[in-house]
């Protein structure tokens, strides 16, 4: 996965989150894809989504909860 790639990914997920969702669709991104993200600038992915560079946090807590956690609801695998 390029960081192209990564940020259309997030931008996906995040126009379809919700009222309210949104942060909980990054969290749910970094968790998704934990392991392609590894190494990867997420300042650039989430500049490269639409949003502003502080949400690299959002993407980083959800790849540390990965290894915690299972998504379970279809269409998040």
Request: with cysteine.
């Amino acid at each position: 996965m390029t960081i192209e790639e990564a940020a259309k990914a997030l931008q996906r997920m995040c126009a379809t989150a919700e009222k309210g969702e949104k942060v909980v669709q990054i969290h749910l991104f970094g968790i998704k894809y934990a392991d392609q993200l590894d190494g990867m600038s997420l300042p650039d992915i989430a500049v490269g989504a639409g949003l502003g560079e502080s949400f690299k946090t959002e993407i980083r807590k959800g790849m540390k909860l990965a290894k915690y956690v299972e998504l379970k609801r279809r269409g998040l695998l």
